[in-house]
């Protein structure tokens, strides 16, 4: 049986995008963490802002998606309210929010 680890969650939630924004939660910066226990994922993750509107969907999206990885049965997602700012964006996703206009 395949257990997963940190590199492949971390892979798969690369392809979770912000529903705002078309880059990944791991590169507008909101992953804070990721651990694997077992076949159980646990992600922290934090928000642009705390009325983010789109915070259930981003929390299902990322759920899923991991749900889909080979070895992973659970996932625990952990809210952590992180100051975040644009500096948290890796510069890829400011790559490709140059490539949109948005930076």
């Excluded at 979770?16 to 922290?44: F, N, Q, T």
């Excluded at 992180?82 to 948005?102: A, N, P």
């Amino acid at each position: 049986m395949k257990m997963a680890g940190v590199e492949e969650v971390r892979g798969a939630l690369e392809e979770v995008l912000d529903p705002e924004y078309p880059i990944s939660v791991v590169d507008l910066g909101l992953i804070r963490g990721i651990e694997v226990e077992g076949r159980v994922a646990k992600v922290k993750l934090t928000y642009t802002c705390m009325g983010c509107p789109a915070m259930d969907m981003i929390q299902d999206d990322v759920r899923e998606r991991l749900l889909e990885v080979e070895g992973i049965d659970g996932v625990e997602i952990e809210v952590v309210w992180d100051l975040w700012s644009r500096r948290d964006i890796t510069e890829k996703g400011r790559r490709k929010l140059r490539e949109v206009g948005v930076v």
